[in-house]
């Protein structure tokens, strides 16, 4: 049986994008602001999960008897706040993002 013939074009080029690494400039302002905002993401949805289920073991605590709207501080923040927080991170990315595009246009 014959076997296909591979073709040996130009080597693709190497475009030097590292998520750990990235160029100065733009690119590493914009890592910045990434890893500031998952982190912040991060921190609000697993930290406070986290404070939640450390404060339960006890007999209940202060998280699980505050009331807000009616409902349960932990139910109204994991139910409410955290969709809110979403939203306001992704404005706040669009943003930052915004701004910098805007600044490194200038230097062009």
Not at 67 to 93: D, E, K, N, R
Request: charged share 15%.
């Amino acid at each position: 049986m014959a076997q296909p013939q591979e073709e040996h074009g130009p080597a693709p080029r190497d475009t030097g994008v590292n998520f750990f690494r990235p160029r100065p400039g733009f690119m590493r302002k914009k890592v910045m602001y990434t890893w500031m905002l998952l982190l912040s993401w991060a921190f609000f949805t697993f930290g406070f999960q986290l404070v939640l289920a450390l404060q339960d073991v006890g007999n209940g605590g202060v998280l699980t008897e505050t009331v807000i709207l009616g409902f349960p501080f932990h139910y109204w923040f994991t139910g409410q706040f955290l969709i809110v927080w979403f939203i306001l991170l992704c404005f706040l990315f669009n943003t930052f993002v915004d701004r910098l595009t805007k600044i490194y246009q200038k230097r062009k």
